[in-house]
């Protein structure tokens, strides 16, 4: 079996799981969801298709939604998803992808959640370094045996025991909170106008003026700009000062920045 693996990926996690489980599968290629944000329709001509991306707010991101609907999945024989996050308990992404799958006739056959480091700064610290890799290194093994499953085309998903909660939770954000996000966002004077952070948003939410950026309204919080800043001078509310910020170790920005083409 052929298959086609969609990612999104701000900070890294989901394109290092998507890499990796490309690199496991035979047949398999990568295709990025935010290069594909222009189509109308995306027609999938693969017999298996897979989506890696980052949870929200314990759920999909809105770009994923989005994404999903516009494709065509008529030749799908099989389809897995594997939902970066930095907790499984919390989480509706695998109910609301089959839901969406559900609405062409389709269904997920396996769907797992890989638990990694979460770059919501403005809730939760980054861990101590020792932490973040023991637990990087289990998500590798994670990625292991759910590349075993995929390439047996076994069926199941992990469990989402918060789901409907959770649901409640990513529609509120996505829908009443979502666009006061811009509002949010701030600029210390370390800013060196290097353009990082225009070039890394994933939906060119972000321009210099007077060399220094601003965010447009349009933007998905993904935080790719506060945590790629190579000066640190941007923060996200009041709670990301002095934070340390992450991305993949395994993930650099020019990787990041180009999967917005391709």
């Given amino acids: 079996m052929n298959f086609t693996i969609y990612y999104y990926s701000a900070t890294g996690n989901s ?16 295709s990025s969801m935010i290069s594909l944000r222009g189509a109308d329709e995306v027609v999938i001509d693969t017999d ?22 516009k494709l065509n999945l008529e030749k799908i024989k099989y389809s897995f998803a594997a939902a970066t996050c930095g907790s499984r308990y919390i989480n509706s992404a695998l109910h609301q992808l089959d839901a969406l ?25 980054i861990p ?3 932490k ?41 954000w996505r829908e ?10 701030s600029v210390s004077d370390s800013c060196i106008s290097c353009g990082c952070c225009e070039k890394i948003c994933p939906v060119d939410n972000i ?12 933007c998905l919080e993904c935080l790719a700009c506060l945590h790629f800043c190579p000066t640190q001078s941007i923060e996200f509310g009041r ?11 395994r993930v650099v920005s020019s990787e990041i920045i180009q999967s917005k083409t391709r």
Avoid at 239 to 249: C, L, S
């Fill in 15 to 30: 394109l290092h799981t998507a890499k990796s489980l490309g690199g496991q599968l035979e047949n398999c290629r990568l």
């Fill in 48 to 69: 298996g298709v897979g989506f890696v991306f980052p949870t929200h707010y314990f759920g999909l991101p809105p770009l994923v939604i989005k994404f999903i609907k």
């Fill in 101 to 125: 799958l559900r609405q062409k006739n389709k269904s997920l056959d396996a769907g797992f959640h890989v638990e990694m480091i979460s770059s919501y700064i403005p809730l939760s610290a």
């Fill in 128 to 130: 101590p370094a020792e």
């Fill in 132 to 172: 973040v890799t023991k637990r990087l290194e289990k998500a590798d093994l994670k990625i292991q045996r759910i590349a075993e499953v995929i390439k047996k085309q076994q069926i199941g998903r992990d469990s989402e025991y918060l789901w409907l909660p959770s649901r409640a939770i990513n529609k509120y």
């Fill in 176 to 185: 009443k909170r979502l666009s006061q996000a811009p509002e949010n966002f």
């Fill in 207 to 218: 321009q210099l003026e007077h060399k220094k950026p601003q965010w447009r309204s349009h």
């Fill in 239 to 249: 709670r990301t000062a002095g934070r340390k910020r992450y991305h993949h170790p």
